[in-house]
């Protein structure tokens, strides 16, 4: 038996990729110039796998015995290159500490296949805020 807090914790993080999933994709369309041409492929890859994201999460929490979400944090795609970086790098931090949370969680409670999960979810998380991070340096 889980605690509702680790499904409201599943639920965040439903919510969450499914906000920057299409948080991403819409930078991915609306990317402009040179700098927009060399990363929008960058937007468009990182908007699916926090699609999959989303979906593993929803397919586990399934099991658990929750109901996924399917409403998004709210969105934010920012108007100009940069924005939409620090928008991302903002939201990729916001996941790290969430998802090092949930494993914290899972962890006390001995829900080791959610803790598994997290813990390779938290992997491309930190991958995602590493890549907008480095983008962001031209701007610094």
């Known amino acids: 038996m889980v605690s ?3 499904l409201d914790m599943l639920n965040k993080a439903i919510a969450r990729e499914l906000q920057v999933s299409v948080q ?3 930078q991915h369309v ?3 110039g040179i700098k927009g041409a060399a990363v929008e492929s960058i ?3 990182t908007a699916i796998t926090e699609m999959k994201h989303a ?3 929803a397919e586990r929490l399934d099991y658990l015995g929750g109901i996924p ?3 998004p944090d709210p969105i934010f795609v920012g108007d100009a290159l940069k924005e939409m970086i620090q928008n991302d790098v903002k939201a990729e931090k916001e996941a790290l500490a969430l998802y090092k949370q949930t494993i914290n969680v ?3 409670e001995g829900d080791i296949t959610t803790r598994t999960l997290f ?3 938290l992997g491309d998380e930190e991958e995602h805020h590493d890549i907008f991070t480095r983008l962001l340096e031209e701007w610094e």
């Open 4 to 6: 509702k807090e680790l």
């Open 24 to 26: 991403y994709m819409w």
């Open 30 to 32: 609306r990317a402009k």
């Open 43 to 45: 937007f468009r890859e």
């Open 55 to 57: 979906e593993s999460i």
């Open 69 to 71: 979400t399917t409403k």
């Open 106 to 108: 899972a962890e006390k």
């Open 119 to 121: 813990e390779k979810i």
